[in-house]
Structure formats: C-alpha cells, structure tokens
C-alpha cells in the first residue's frame, strides 16, 4: 500500500519562507515524476509544480512567479516545494503526488497523478 506524507507546512508571516517535503512508503519515490497541488476551502484543487524522475525538467503555475522551487533529492527519496515571499492568498493545504514511474515532468492535469498525500497545511498571515 502507498503512502505519501507532506511535512514542513506551518504558519508564517507576509514574506516569509517554508520548505515543504514529501516522502513516501510502499514505493520508490525516487523512480517518480511528482508533483505539488493546492486547494483551498470551496475551491478546486489547483496545479503548483512537477519534476520528472530524474530531477531535471520541471513545470510550473504561472502564478508562482519565481517564488516557488520544485526539487528532489533522489538519494533521499524526498521532493521538495521551496516557497519564498510567501503572501496571504498561498494560504492553503498544500499536497504532494506522484505520476509516471519515470516519466518527464507531469502536467497539471489531476488524472495523470496516480497517489496522492493527505496534505500539509501552509497559513500565511498579513
């Protein structure tokens, strides 16, 4: 049974840094392309970044705008969400998934997201 757990969630202050992880138990998270969701209450679950298997290639939101970094320290097993000048409306459950075992950087779209965690929430205060 896979289980995906995001950790490193919090609050913080207008301008602020976190760095989110994700690992995982009954695969190797390492041979994945993942990704990062948000969603706050009453709205969708929105797309945040991916990276390919291999840590190289990645795809952003556009509306992260350089203030998020996606990464993955494959000897670890971890992937990683960097988030700097951080501002009120980043205030959501952030979560982690995984996609094609080797695959390039997923898109956006939920469907290609195989296993999902159960979210880590991220409060950014004014």
């Known amino acids: 049974q896979v289980h995906m757990v995001e950790s490193g969630g919090g609050w913080v202050q207008t301008g602020g840094s976190l760095r989110l992880s994700c690992t995982a138990s009954g695969l190797t998270l390492s041979h994945y392309a993942a990704g990062w969701f948000r969603q706050v209450p009453g709205k969708e679950r929105e797309f945040v970044a991916s990276?390919?298997?291999?840590?190289?290639?990645?795809n952003y939101a556009d509306f992260t705008k350089g203030r998020l970094t996606i990464s993955r320290d494959n000897n670890k097993d971890t992937v990683y969400l960097q988030m700097t000048y951080l501002r009120p409306e980043a205030t959501a459950v952030y979560y982690c998934?995984?996609?094609?075992?080797?695959?390039?950087?997923?898109?956006?779209?939920?469907?290609?997201?195989?296993?999902w965690g159960q979210g880590t929430q991220v409060t950014v205060s004014s």
């Open positions: 990276i390919a298997w291999t840590g190289t290639g990645e």
């Open positions: 998934a995984v996609a094609r075992e080797f695959g390039p950087p997923p898109t956006g779209r939920r469907d290609e997201y195989m296993y």
